[in-house]
């Protein structure tokens, strides 16, 4: 009976380490949340169940922004640099974490506002007033093309690549390109006025709206895709550092900075339906695949929080390193 119960126990244990195993090769890689820690120049691994650091990676100097592949096991870093301008793109193994390779850009410089669509890495190359691609499968850069503005920083793309808009701070202007298929087919450039300092910038899950913080007016404005014009402005009461679409598209989140806020808007109705009060300046966020949680990196003091969009209950913290900025998450 001794060696059944034995071979029982061992015949669990495979079955256990199999299972896991299939977990990885066949789903998603293990849950987490990867945070640019800007002056540290690096990133670090954030476990969401425990919000304790599992590991860290050096990147390049000043590094902004960052997503996470579909399976989930690698991320991708814009190292914007800090006095002299950055030129390369990071890309990190989560499981190890270890840096695959440096991707060097070349002329582009300043790459920030990156967004990863069918497998591909666009980018804005905001020194070059341009956005670019880079694609991980040939380790190359296979399309650039020019905004003709100034301060191209940040990145907003339909979920078909046919569609981008870069928010261009020194020109106040959304550049709009329509692509006939996924670039670098058949292409359409509209400049669309908005109002001051134009930074903060995401499109809705249904590509017809985009939004967009006026850092200079304590606003968030909205751009109707198919008239390619503004239709409305909605005053925030402070400075919209991000403006990110919760996963369903129903609200708008607004990270604060003057009064270390998040602010909830109905996209609908387009009124303020929370705001909640931070224990730090919010700046980058992520959201659980559901919406009903965000992880905001947040400085003064320095942390990262997991936040219950449904209550308002900060329900965890984590100090990742200095400054930290761009977040994603996967697997939660």
């Known amino acids: 009976m001794r060696v059944k119960s034995t071979t029982s126990g061992l015949l669990v244990l495979v079955s256990i380490v199999i299972f896991s ?29 425990s919000m304790k650091v599992t590991g860290r990676v050096p990147v390049g100097e000043g590094p902004h922004e960052v997503m996470i592949s579909d399976d989930g096991k690698t991320a991708f870093v814009a190292n914007y640099g ?3 301008p950055g030129n390369t793109l990071s890309i990190i193994d989560i499981a190890s974490a270890k840096e695959l390779r440096r991707v060097d850009l070349g002329p582009l410089l300043r790459p920030h506002g990156i967004q990863l669509i069918g497998g591909k890495l666009y980018f804005t190359a905001e020194v070059n007033r341009a956005i670019a691609r880079y694609d991980p499968a040939t380790n190359r850069v296979d399309w650039i093309m020019g905004t003709g503005q100034n301060a191209s920083h940040m990145i907003a793309g339909s979920s078909d690549q046919k569609a981008f808009y870069t928010a261009n701070i020194g020109s106040e202007t ?71 679409f919760t996963p369903d598209g129903k609200t708008v989140l607004n990270t604060i ?20 009060k931070l224990e730090s300046t919010p700046l980058g966020v992520a959201f659980s695949r559901d919406g009903k949680t965000a992880f905001i990196t947040a400085v003064q ?32």
């Open 21 to 49: 195993g299939m977990f990885e090769v066949f789903g998603q890689a293990k849950p987490a949340i990867v945070v640019l820690n800007k002056n540290d120049n690096d990133l670090a691994i954030v476990d969401p169940a």
């Open 82 to 84: 800090a006095q002299t």
């Open 174 to 244: 959304v550049t709009m390109f329509r692509f006939q298929n996924v670039p670098p087919a058949g292409s359409t450039i509209t400049q669309i006025a908005v109002g001051k300092q134009p930074e903060a910038i995401d499109i809705s899950p249904d590509g017809k709206e985009v939004w967009i913080g006026l850092n200079a007016e304590n606003a968030a404005e909205i751009i109707d895709t198919a008239t390619a014009k503004s239709v409305a402005k909605l005053p925030l009461g402070g400075r919209p550092y991000r403006v990110r």
């Open 257 to 276: 900075l003057q009064t270390k806020e998040m602010v909830l808007v109905d996209a609908a109705s387009r009124k303020e339906v929370r705001r909640i």
């Open 301 to 332: 003091p320095d942390v990262v929080l997991k936040v219950n969009l449904e209550t308002g209950e900060v329900t965890g913290r984590v100090e990742t390193g200095k400054v930290p900025d761009g977040i994603a998450v996967t697997g939660i």
